[in-house]
């Protein structure tokens, strides 16, 4: 009855690609929990704090039912304050705001030019939506626009969208977003930008890489609270007419449960956490410089210059043998391979975050070191 399903999974074991879930181990070089407030005090009382106050665990429903919370309102507004922006949307996840961008806002007869590296739930957003599509090297700021220029020159009507993220979660690099902005000025674009690794992280006051431009009309920002922010769930920031559209045609919003309300008061203590505290930011800015030097002295690898260290190996298998040896050795370190990434760019993904020290830095790339030796 399932005998597909097992040939499938065979062919993946067969590639080196068959996935599995397993319980968590050894020293964190893995989560996207960068400031480490995941399990830190201050969520914990902010949670306990909230549940002492009456904020319920569970919605009860879809937010235009009877789901809809009064700290789901508080914490959209403290978002749209904290990012600069008119208003703010909140979703159960990053991957489901994502989605609900691509499938509902680009109409038939625009045209979205993406990053080829945007993240996966841009992509289904893009093969569920009305619009055009078309991909962009990676980074390559005049590859965009001239996408955008052929599109009109061959008729194109309608408005041309740009879709990148601020900081790769597999490359750890970000796009030059002054030139991005040029681009979707001089065609009259709407630009979105994916913020998942930068909010909390980079910018002003943990805003994200894209801050400074937060609050125009052309512009909606998307950030996740289930990385720096330490909870789940995720905004997407911009107008008010576009947040009223996505209330009102947005499917993955219209149909979904409401987020949790205890999760949105959490939420609203780490964004407040983030806009007045500054400590931990600068803690792993310090921790990522060391790192990088780490990388560069210890294994002769050029850093990305962000808390995202990728180590590409090439081979599938080289990348999970690699890994499961610095398991065996105490580090929580995972293969990322096609179609995660382009084929032959298998890589570790190597994340810094405030769960890890200098120490614990330092003997990673020591042991990584022996290890690529060992297996040259």
Not at 252 to 280: E, G, Y
């Amino acid at each position: 009855m399932h005998d597909d399903f097992e040939k499938d999974l065979r062919d993946l074991a067969g590639r080196g690609r068959l996935r599995s879930l397993r319980e968590r181990s050894g020293i964190d070089f893995t989560s996207n929990d960068y400031l480490g407030l995941a399990e830190s005090d201050e969520l914990s009382k902010a949670a306990a704090d909230a549940i002492a106050r009456g904020v319920p665990v569970g919605s009860g429903g879809s937010r235009l039912l009877r789901g809809n919370h009064s700290e789901h309102e508080a914490l959209e507004s403290e978002a749209a304050a904290y990012f600069g922006a008119e208003t703010a949307l909140y979703f159960g996840g990053g991957y489901v705001a994502n989605f609900a961008i691509f499938s509902t806002l680009p109409q038939r007869g625009d045209l979205i030019v993406h990053d080829e590296l945007v993240h996966a739930s841009v992509h289904e957003g893009l093969r569920r939506g009305r619009a055009d599509y078309v991909s962009a090297p990676h980074n390559d700021v005049d590859a965009f626009d001239a996408a955008i220029v052929r599109w009109r020159n061959s008729g194109g009507k309608g408005r041309p969208w740009i879709s990148v993220e601020s900081l790769y979660s597999m490359d750890g690099d970000s796009p030059n977003l002054d030139e991005l902005f040029a681009v979707a000025d001089r065609h009259g674009a709407m630009i979105v930008i994916d913020e998942a690794h930068a909010t909390g992280v980079l910018g002003p006051e943990g805003r994200g890489l894209a801050a400074a431009f937060e609050g125009r009309d052309n512009v909606l920002t998307l950030h996740t609270c289930g990385k720096a922010l330490g909870t789940v769930g995720g905004f997407i920031v911009g107008p008010k007419v576009i947040r009223d559209f996505l209330v009102n045609r947005a499917r993955p919003f219209i149909f979904a449960t409401a987020p949790s309300p205890l999760i949105a008061a959490v939420t609203r203590a780490s964004l407040r956490l983030s806009r007045t505290d500054s400590t931990r930011r600068e803690r792993l800015a310090r921790l990522v410089e060391f790192a990088g030097s780490e990388l560069r002295q210890r294994c002769n690898i050029e850093p990305s210059g962000s808390h995202i260290l990728p180590v590409v190996i090439g081979a599938d298998q080289a990348a999970v043998a690699l890994a499961a040896a610095l398991q065996r050795r105490g580090f929580d370190i995972r293969a990322i391979r096609p179609p995660t990434v382009a084929e032959g760019t298998a890589r570790l993904r190597i994340a810094l975050t405030l769960n890890v020290n200098e120490t614990a830095v330092a003997e990673l790339f020591a042991t990584l070191s022996d290890e690529m030796r060992a297996a040259a």
